[in-house]
């Protein structure tokens, strides 16, 4: 699967890339809430466009190994410890402000390595100190229990910490709709504690054949443009047409909803070649 899997782009940033804060998005959620899915549509977005845009992955117990798969030249610690693991995250972050590339980091749920690096720090004020803007990415599924231990106080005093909410519309069970099936959580003092600190919320819109895709190993372009490798048993047409408008219009409204200087930066936005 060349293209996506080819690495970040090279070559030196435009003084509006130097201008702005490298960011650091870290998916944070419950086991099984979309938290590597949602860094993989990212990298993969992203990365298409153009990104210069790094992959890291922290999970000891392989949960997000999935991520690897598209991104072959994603980081990760050699060893398991939570000690290990959180000197290893804090030396590339240190090592993110003066590359001032954009970083995607992949937890494992319940993972307490970044409880760890804030038991003893002020992640705003670290932050702000090395010129890095932290995007925590909060998946969410339609019950209150998804955001039940979310701390809103992690922003600090809010500079240069982001929260965003990501309702993943793919836990959705049966035909409710996203607005009717997330009311609990956006009515819930949690979500309402954060929008008072600035926090975004936007909903991942539900892509049915997504565990066709992943099984296969294939990107979402490929998908969207029925291009199967040999010996891998291709997607129907219909999941093709589905993968094409979620890939293609469908993810444009949620990432629209973001800030851009929360996202990875693109210098431009190449015309994509479409299948013919």
């Not at 019950?143 to 922003?155: L, M, S």
Request: aromatic letters at 6%.
């Amino acid at each position: 699967m060349a293209g996506l899997k080819n690495g970040a782009i090279s070559g030196e940033k435009s003084s509006a890339a130097k201008s702005r804060l490298p960011v650091l998005i870290v998916a944070v959620g419950r086991g099984r809430v979309g938290k590597t899915t949602f860094l993989n549509i990212v990298g993969q977005r992203f990365r298409e466009r153009g990104a210069r845009l790094d992959v890291w992955n922290i999970d000891p117990h392989g949960e997000s190994a999935s991520i690897d798969a598209f991104f072959p030249d994603v980081r990760r610690p050699d060893y398991t410890g939570i000690d290990d693991r959180r000197g290893w995250l804090e030396r590339a972050i240190e090592e993110q402000s003066a590359s001032r590339r954009d970083v995607l980091l992949d937890v494992g749920g319940g993972d307490l390595v970044l409880q760890t690096m804030l038991n003893d720090l002020d992640l705003s004020s670290v932050a702000e100190t090395m010129g890095v803007r932290v995007v925590i990415a909060q998946l969410v599924g339609p019950i209150v229990a998804d955001i039940d231990h979310f701390d809103p106080t992690i922003v600090g005093n809010g500079t240069n910490v982001e929260m965003l909410f990501v309702m993943n519309a793919g836990l959705i069970r049966g035909d409710t709709s996203p607005m009717k099936a997330f009311e609990p959580v956006f009515s819930s003092p949690v979500i309402a504690a954060a929008r008072a600190k600035g926090a975004v919320i936007v909903t991942l819109p539900q892509l049915r054949c997504l565990d066709a895709v992943l099984e296969r190993g294939l990107t979402f372009r490929e998908a969207a443009e029925r291009k199967t490798p040999a010996g891998v048993a291709p997607l129907s047409i219909f999941d093709v047409a589905r993968v094409y408008k979620w890939w293609t219009e469908g993810l444009d409204t949620t990432f629209a909803r973001i800030p851009a200087e929360w996202l990875p930066y693109v210098e431009s936005e190449p015309m994509i070649a479409e299948a013919s």
